[in-house]
């Protein structure tokens, strides 16, 4: 952990301002669909963080921002959200807009999708996620994103057969697949119990 805090930089951010970053601009922010999901999203990788000794504060609000470019860019949001983050001087929570959906280092190893080869940011981007080095925070964001949907958590495989109905399918899905159940299961293994134990309290809590 100490490692981790060394490696930060730019300001931090509280949940209550990183909320106020992912909302800013919105009207009723609280129905749209992505924004109660990156606040699921946070929720529950702070409840894991915290439990594994982590910073429980740092977790939630890089899951509060995760899909921030959603509101900027849908069809581009990871890049849109990194570019944004940036540019506000939060360098940390950027780099979770462009690490979260991808797994393996591989900018194809991804729910749905791949990244459109013909945009002018893929090099970019692809070898961003080859060369970024994933902190627990990462992983935990990652495996959240697959877990929580805008109503809160759900198992693995129902949201992986959701996002599939929606998307489709590619090339790397199985492995994706697969790699998102070892991770999972590797977080699951350092709590000594299921992430699902955390639902009744996500799921039963207030917004
Ligand atoms: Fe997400």
Redesign the pocket.
Known sequence: MAEQTEKRQGRSLTVPEAYALLTEGLENPETLGYVT??QY?GRLAGMIAGELGLDAEYAEALGTL??IGRKLEPNRHVYAGYVYLRERGYPDYADICLT?SYLNNDIDCTAGRTYPRDREEFPFLQRFVREHENTPYDRIIQVC?LLCTSEGGTTLERRLQDIESRKGRHAKSQLHYETARAQKQHIEAQLGHTIYDFYPRLNGTPA
């Open positions: 999901h990156c999203v995760h899909d979260h994103d």
